[in-house]
Structures are given as C-alpha cells and as structure tokens.
C-alpha cells in the first residue's frame, strides 16, 4: 500500500485544496491520502477561520483519508 503526506492549515479549505489533494494521489500513485494538519491555530499563529473540525470535515469529503491534528507548539 503506497501513501502520500501533506502537511496543512486548509484556513479556509477552498478548491485548491481538493485539487492538491487529488494531485497528490495521482502523481504519487498513493492508495492513502494523510493530511496533517493545524488545529485550532495556523501556521502562522493566529487562530483558525473555521474550527479544526470543520477544516477536517473538508478535507475527508474532498479527498483525504485520514486527517491527523498538529498540536500548537509544533505548527
């Protein structure tokens, strides 16, 4: 079984995002698609749009098969 990783905030998940995602499989030729994402905060250190849920939520319905969330101190 062949993965794929991105690392990601997805603040505010847009169609870029499934595009990547959708790319990231393809080119990769990956069964599983792993997002590792920010959770209540960005990369940047301000507080997230939408909750780490919601983002999530995006994500798996546009292509992730499993979103694991980054705590702050290490985003």
Do not use: K, W
């Not at 599983?32 to 990369?43: K, L, Y």
């Amino acid at each position: 079984m062949r993965s794929v990783g991105i690392i990601c905030e997805y603040n505010p998940y847009h169609a870029g995002h499934a595009r990547q995602l959708s790319a990231a499989r393809r080119e990769s030729q990956a069964d599983v698609v792993i997002a590792v994402m920010s959770e209540h905060t960005t990369q940047r250190g301000e507080l997230a749009v939408a909750d780490g849920y919601v983002r999530a939520g995006a994500a798996l319905r546009c292509g992730a098969d499993l979103v694991i969330g980054l705590p702050f101190p290490y985003s």
